[in-house]
């Protein structure tokens, strides 16, 4: 550990920690600000992988397996945690899904709701249930992980940016409820190279050059959300194509989103493809 930080040695509740930004944010808060992470994801073979990978430093990782997209777990683990006397400085609502690159009506209703669910109501309830838990600390904060496609959306990204953008929208009110009292960030990372292109599928793998070229390495992302959550930061915009897209979308507007999605409908990459089909 180099100069003071305040959240050196905090206790941490971290969703999505079983894979891409929210591991590697796991592994660097144990590793390099002493934290105990309790990480939260579904997938248990996985969060035990990261507590591996932590080696002697295990013991700083636990975690929980629970949907995030469930009020009734957030209480449950609320009061697990009540019990065993664990108190938490800080809140990270990571988890998320981009569902498949597509016209909207080629969505189900129930893969509009499970997004909204887990990229939205997640943070909704979690803060609900746990912001009084996390305001008894004195160094209580609350970082939400958006996207850049809160603030600019482009086609085939219809229930994801919208799902982020209420996100953004619930963050920033929020903010300025609790200021003083507890600290609040919402970062809005750009295409960053994790497995969260999994839910396209076959096509995504077709695309994986394009998305190499335009996407920032997981560990920069990461440097960045740190960075950010040391200096805190209220909202930032991290990535070089997030930046572009959301100064492209200041300036130019709606007349921004059309040339992007002019060029995705022109580019002939197979995860674009379907976006412009009936
Ligand atoms: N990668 C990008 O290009 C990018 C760009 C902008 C924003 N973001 C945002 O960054 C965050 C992290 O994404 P990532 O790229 O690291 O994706 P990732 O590698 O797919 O990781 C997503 C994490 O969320 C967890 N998760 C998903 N649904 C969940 C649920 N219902 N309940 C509990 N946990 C759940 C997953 O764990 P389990 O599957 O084990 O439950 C996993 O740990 C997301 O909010 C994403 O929207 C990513």
């Keep these: 550990m180099s100069a003071y930080c305040w959240f050196d040695y905090a206790t941490v509740i971290l969703t999505g920690a079983s894979s891409g930004i929210g591991k590697d944010l796991a592994i660097r808060l144990v590793k390099e600000h002493g934290c105990n992470v309790i990480g939260i994801a579904r997938n248990v073979e996985r969060l035990e992988g990261v507590k591996n990978e932590l080696g002697a430093l295990g013991h700083k990782f636990s975690y929980y397996s629970m949907d995030v997209s469930n009020k009734e777990g957030w209480e449950n683990l609320k009061s697990e945690l009540t019990e065993k006397g664990i108190k938490a400085d800080i809140l990270i609502n990571n988890a998320g899904v981009l569902p498949k690159f597509d016209s909207f009506l080629h969505y189900t209703t129930e893969e509009i709701e499970k997004a909204m669910k887990i990229n939205f109501y997640s943070a909704v309830y979690s803060m609900e249930v746990m912001m009084p838990y996390i305001m008894e600390s004195e160094r209580a904060g609350i970082i939400n992980i958006a996207s850049s496609a809160?603030?600019?959306?482009?086609?085939?990204?219809?229930?994801?940016?919208?799902?982020?953008?209420?996100?953004?929208?619930?963050?920033?009110?929020?903010?300025?409820?609790?200021?003083?009292?507890?600290?609040?960030?919402?970062?809005?990372?750009?295409?960053?190279?994790?497995?969260?292109?999994?839910?396209?599928?076959?096509?995504a793998s077709g695309a994986q050059k394009v998305m190499d070229f335009i996407s920032t390495d997981c560990d920069k992302m990461v440097d960045m959300i740190i960075k950010g959550m040391w200096q805190k930061k209220s909202n930032r915009v991290l990535g070089a194509d997030a930046k572009m897209m959301c100064e492209g979308n200041k300036i130019a507007g709606a007349k921004f989103n059309f040339i992007c999605s002019q060029v995705m409908r022109l580019s002939g990459v197979s995860l674009f493809k379907s976006i412009f089909e009936d």
Excluded at 151 to 166: D, I, Q, W
Excluded at 169 to 185: A, L, M, N, P, Q
């Design 150 to 203: 809160a603030l600019c959306s482009l086609a085939g990204t219809s229930v994801y940016s919208a799902s982020k953008a209420a996100l953004k929208s619930f963050t920033d009110s929020i903010r300025e409820e609790v200021r003083g009292k507890c600290y609040i960030g919402l970062f809005c990372p750009g295409f960053t190279k994790t497995s969260i292109l999994r839910e396209q599928g076959e096509v």
